[in-house]
């Protein structure tokens, strides 16, 4: 009586499958938290280095300001937003709505700012209604000389908007200096923007 043929390796139960497995499945638990650490790493070492995180790099500082016309805000006396007037001028585009609590945050330090006849304030606004807009303007004042509308968000996809507020600098040549995403703070003014307008002023006509 011929032996049944023998089997080339040992037998694995169910239970050694299963323990067979686990460093596997520990690699999937771990992969998670080492991200999470990695990400925190990173965000502490922005907050060591004293940076200020509202200041984003955009690829379109160095290159020219969005050749976007937009119509002006109905309701006031005022032009709407228009790239060939930038030439000459330093222009500062504050983009906001009425709609955005941080944009009521900053509104005061615009005023401050609109009193510098160095500086061209344009106000870009972003996906709101007329009557909303003008009442906020109304009740907290206007720093604009020139206020574009931007209805359906296109000219702020241009601008490489990320959220609102978000405020360019334009130098004389047409071109973005600057950008500040979030409201502006005193701080930030001072140590950010100013020396920023400073610079671009130095290349306007004289």
Request: net charge neutral; with cysteine; charged share 25%.
């Amino acid at each position: 009586m011929s032996e049944a043929p023998r089997g080339h390796g040992k037998a694995v139960s169910g239970k050694e499958r299963t323990e067979a497995g686990h460093p596997l499945r520990r690699i999937f638990v771990i992969l998670p938290l080492l991200a999470f650490l990695a990400l925190s790493a990173v965000f502490l070492m922005q907050l060591l280095s004293g940076r200020d995180t509202a200041v984003v790099p955009s690829a379109l500082i160095g290159e020219q300001a969005p050749q976007t016309s937009l119509p002006p805000l109905e309701g006031l006396a005022l032009p709407g937003l228009e790239p060939a007037d930038f030439l000459g001028k330093v222009s500062l585009v504050n983009v906001w709505g009425s709609w955005c609590g941080p944009c009521r945050q900053e509104h005061p330090l615009l005023m401050e700012l609109a009193r510098d006849d160095r500086v061209r304030l344009v106000g870009l606004n972003y996906k709101d209604r007329p009557e909303n807009a003008r009442r906020f303007l109304g009740e907290l004042g206007n720093p604009y000389e020139a206020i574009g509308v931007d209805r359906n968000g296109r000219a702020a996809i241009e601008w490489g908007v990320y959220g609102v507020p978000e405020t360019f600098l334009v130098g004389p040549d047409g071109t973005i200096r600057y950008k500040h995403v979030g409201p502006f703070t005193p701080q930030s003014i001072q140590r950010e923007l100013m020396p920023e307008i400073d610079k671009a002023l130095k290349d306007a006509p004289a």
